[in-house]
């Protein structure tokens, strides 16, 4: 299982405390973290590509299925552009 290291869970808990709350064992099976990487992407198309909604959306229901009722967290460079989409 994972666990902060002692100095990112004192970062954790000053910036985003909820995180912690997470990271207990009660929660530990039922969280899933997505991170969505965009901006450098976007900027060099040619080089990388850039994936659409469709993949995301495909990500997040399969990790749904495989952890039914489970939390999703989303981290990301690009968030507005991540609270744009519904299946977030």
Same mark, same amino acid.
């Given at each position: 299982?994972?666990? %902060? &290291? #002692?100095?990112? &869970? ?6 985003? *405390?909820?995180?912690? +709350?997470? &990271?207990?064992?009660?929660? /530990?099976?039922? =969280?899933?973290? =997505?991170? @969505?990487? /965009?901006? +450098? %992407?976007?900027?060099? #198309?040619?080089?990388? !590509? @850039?994936?659409? !909604?469709?993949? %995301?959306? !495909?990500?997040?229901? /399969? &990790?749904?299925?495989?952890? *039914? !009722?489970?939390?999703? @967290?989303?981290?990301?460079?690009? *968030?507005?552009?991540?609270? /744009?989409?519904?299946?977030?």
């Amino acid at each position: 299982m994972f666990d %902060f &290291a #002692p100095t990112v &869970a004192h970062l954790a808990q000053a910036n985003h *405390p909820s995180l912690l +709350d997470l &990271a207990k064992d009660e929660h /530990r099976k039922k =969280v899933v973290a =997505v991170h @969505i990487r /965009r901006q +450098d %992407f976007l900027h060099e #198309p040619d080089t990388h !590509g @850039i994936l659409d !909604g469709n993949y %995301f959306k !495909g990500a997040v229901q /399969r &990790a749904q299925m495989m952890v *039914p !009722g489970s939390k999703l @967290i989303v981290f990301s460079d690009d *968030p507005d552009w991540c609270e /744009r989409q519904a299946f977030l």
